[in-house]
Nanobody, 113 residues
Framework: QGRLVESGGGLVQPGGSLRLSCVHT????????MAWYRQAPGKERELVAT???????RYQDSVAGRFTISRDEPKNTVYLQMNSLKPEDTAVYYC???????WGQGTQVTVLS
């Protein structure tokens, strides 16, 4: 099922932006759904955004209008563009593929408060 490698996390001021990348070691063209999850300290992992092979996307209410998920199939990459970041967005962000239920290793996003 391949592996997922995330990058792009970091430290940012409130209102700032970051773009996360998730590279799949295999082709993503036939993967029906890929998603970003996040897990804050002391909290359960939660679904943030999903991209489907038919081009549709879905977002958690708290990030809708601020985050954008996209996929670049020639590059086997899924992105999460995060704008207007808030301290409550601080978490480890994980990429997920529903083909083989594969998780990435996670990338830390910290929004200063």
């Amino acid at each position: 099922q391949g592996r997922l490698v995330e990058s792009g996390g970091g430290l940012v001021q409130p209102g700032g932006s970051l773009r996360l990348s998730c590279v799949h070691t295999r082709s993503i063209s036939r993967i029906s759904a890929m998603a970003w999850y996040r897990q804050a300290p002391g909290k359960e992992r939660e679904l943030v955004a999903t991209t489907y092979s038919n081009g549709s996307t879905r977002y958690q209410d708290s990030v809708a209008g601020r985050f954008t998920i996209s996929r670049d199939e020639p590059k086997n990459t899924v992105y999460l563009q995060m704008n207007s970041l808030k301290p409550e967005d601080t978490a480890v962000y994980y990429c997920y593929s529903n083909w083989g239920r594969v998780w990435g290793q996670g990338t830390q996003v910290t929004v200063l408060s």
